[in-house]
């Protein structure tokens, strides 16, 4: 697992704990359509046609952001592997995005 996404990974295990944590397509989709997820979050190693029909999903509805984590190191969040996640709480929802900001500026800062 990288670094710069362990605080990620904690987020998103707080999230879960706390039960504000979808993950599967399916389940994800419907929270996105009902309007109780805050962020979509997708595994880097996800299809090309599941990005583009999640983004499509959430365009105009939610943020939706590729981590840079792959679903091998998510899957200790869930008992099956999963590349598609909805945080359906506000202030978890900025936590995790915060985080992903954070790793993306320590890249541009190491590149």
Do not use: W
Not at 45 to 51: F, G, L, N, P
Request: hydrophobic content about 40%; charged content about 25%.
């Amino acid at each position: 697992m990288a670094n710069d996404a362990s605080p990620l990974l904690g987020a998103l295990g707080i999230c879960r704990k706390a039960g504000r944590l979808l993950h599967g397509y399916d389940r994800v989709e419907e929270a996105v359509v009902r309007g109780k997820a805050y962020l979509v979050l997708l595994a880097c190693d996800a299809s090309e046609r599941t990005v583009q029909h999640m983004k499509d999903t959430c365009q105009g509805v939610v943020p939706c952001r590729v981590m840079p984590l792959s679903t091998g190191e998510l899957r200790m969040l869930t008992p099956k592997p999963a590349a598609v996640f909805a945080v359906t709480d506000e202030n978890f929802a900025r936590l995790c995005a915060k985080h992903l900001t954070d790793s993306k500026k320590e890249e541009s800062a190491n590149g």
